[in-house]
C-alpha cells in the first residue's frame, strides 16, 4: 500500500509560479511511476506530468516547455514545478503512483491505484 499526501497548491496571479510537492510511503518508491493529473470543475481529470524509475519524464501538451516533473527517491518524494501559470491552470491537482511499468508512459487515471487527496491551484487573470 502506498499513501501520497501533496502540498504547495494555493493561489496565484497569471504568469506566476508553484511548485507541487507530493510525499509517498513505501520502501519501493524509486520503482513506482509517478504522476500528476488535474480536475476543474465540470471536467474529466486529466493527465500532466509523469516520470517513471528511470526518471524518464512525459508531458501532457499543455504543460509542455512550462511544467517540470522530478522525484527525490532518498526522500520520497515527487514535484510539479508549474511556471508560466494560466487561469485555465486552475484545478485540484492531484498526485498519483502505479508500480513498475518499464518504459510505458502511463497516463490514464485509471492506470494508477494509489491517489493522494489533492491540492488546490487557482491562477487569477
Request: hydrophobic share 30%; with cysteine; charged share 15%.
Amino acid at each position: 500500500q502506498v499513501q501520497l499526501v501533496e502540498s504547495g497548491g494555493g493561489l496565484v496571479q497569471a504568469g506566476g509560479s508553484l511548485r507541487l510537492s507530493c510525499a509517498a510511503s513505501g520502501r519501493t518508491f524509486s520503482t513506482y511511476s509517478m504522476g500528476w493529473f488535474r480536475q476543474a470543475p465540470g471536467k474529466e481529470r486529466e493527465f500532466v506530468a509523469g516520470i517513471n524509475w528511470s526518471v524518464v519524464t512525459y508531458y501532457a501538451d499543455s504543460a509542455k516547455g512550462r511544467f517540470t516533473i522530478s522525484r527525490d527517491n532518498a526522500k520520497n518524494t515527487v514535484s510539479l514545478q508549474m511556471n508560466g501559470l494560466k487561469p485555465e491552470d486552475t484545478a485540484v491537482y492531484y498526485c498519483a503512483a502505479v508500480g513498475y511499468s518499464g518504459s510505458y508512459h502511463v497516463t490514464q487515471p485509471d492506470e494508477y491505484p494509489y491517489w493522494g487527496q489533492g491540492t488546490q491551484v487557482t491562477v487569477s487573470s
